[in-house]
Nanobody
Framework: HVQLVESGEDSVQAGGSLRLSCKAS????????MGWFRQSPGKEREGVAG????????YYADSVKGRFTISQDNAKNTVYLQMNSLEPEDTAMYFC?????????????????WGQGTQVTVS
């Protein structure tokens, strides 16, 4: 089983930056993709960014391209989400996710492990 723990919860002003971290533990060997999702009140959870564990190919939702960057440190089993030029519309609970399924990392339904979430508020 895989456990995911996010950190980096914070409140920032519009135009600011924030970095989220997610550490994976447990039986991480089968993980193929790591990703970030977000959900704001009244909306469905949406995929934000994904990264392939081998090769580090990245994927982004159109709404965050050019502003968010996903990266990883496999030695630490940690994935990061650098968020720049934040907008109030980015306010949401952000969830770290992992996938052990052999699908592309931007097939958001592939993710089958989830963290508890961390709140990001942009005002």
């Amino acid at each position: 089983h895989v456990q995911l723990v996010e950190s980096g919860e914070d409140s920032v002003q519009a135009g600011g930056s924030l970095r989220l971290s997610c550490k994976a533990s447990g039986y991480t060997y089968p993980i193929i993709c790591m990703g970030w999702f977000r959900q704001s009140p009244g909306k469905e959870r949406e995929g934000v960014a994904g990264i392939r564990r081998v090769g580090s190919k990245t994927y982004y939702a159109d709404s965050v391209k050019g502003r968010f960057t996903i990266s990883q440190d496999n030695a630490k089993n940690t994935v990061y989400l650098q968020m720049n030029s934040l907008e109030p519309e980015d306010t949401a609970m952000y969830f770290c996710a992992a996938s052990s399924r052999p699908w592309a990392c931007d097939v958001w339904s592939t993710y089958n492990y989830w963290g508890q979430g961390t709140q990001v508020t942009v005002s």
